[in-house]
């Protein structure tokens, strides 16, 4: 009796992981993340991450946050230049539409990475996920650059 038990139990649960794991799939095949990288500055320093995301789909996604185990908090921000002036802010969310390919790159939008939790440098990997607005996350390694490679 108590092995049928964890024999269904364990039939339910692969099954569970099994559309999970396709399901997240499914997405990472619409939305494509190339180029990932992290710049560090010196010391505690806030780091930044830039990538290029593609939307393969048919539906506009939207991007609304990231979070990594390696940074305290990820926000998404926009730099700008206003008479004369850098400027650099938080934005809630960036969309992308169907077909089109979004820059993060300096000077533009990128991922501010705040509060180190580790030590990294040079040639390290930091994973990331990207989070969207319909619940969806996708896991994204970025490679630890120099800023000076940029």
């Known amino acids: 009796m108590v092995s049928n038990l964890l024999n269904t139990f364990r039939r339910l649960a692969g099954g569970m992981l099994v559309m999970l794991l ?3 799939y499914a997405y990472g095949q619409d939305v494509q ?3 990932a990288r992290v710049s560090l500055l010196p010391g505690e320093q806030p780091g930044a991450g830039y990538f290029q995301l593609y939307n393969a789909g048919d539906e ?3 991007l609304v ?5 390696a940074f305290e908090s ?3 921000h926009v730099s700008s230049n206003q008479d004369g002036m850098a400027h650099m802010q938080a934005v809630e969310q960036v969309e992308i539409a169907p077909g089109e390919r979004f820059a993060f790159a300096p000077k533009g939008h990128h991922l501010m990475l705040i509060g180190r ?3 990294l440098k040079v040639g390290d990997e930091v994973d990331v996920q990207l989070e969207f607005a319909d619940d969806q996350r996708l896991s994204v390694t ?4 120099s800023p000076v490679s940029l």
């Not at 946050?65 to 185990?69: K, L, N, R, V, Y």
């Not at 970025?142 to 650059?145: C, M, Q, S």
């Open 117 to 119: 939790e580790k030590a």
């Open 22 to 24: 396709t399901a997240g």
């Open 142 to 145: 970025f490679d630890v650059v």
């Open 60 to 62: 506009a996604v939207v």
């Open 65 to 69: 946050g990231a979070e990594s185990d």
């Open 74 to 76: 990820v926000e998404l």
């Open 33 to 35: 993340v190339t180029d």
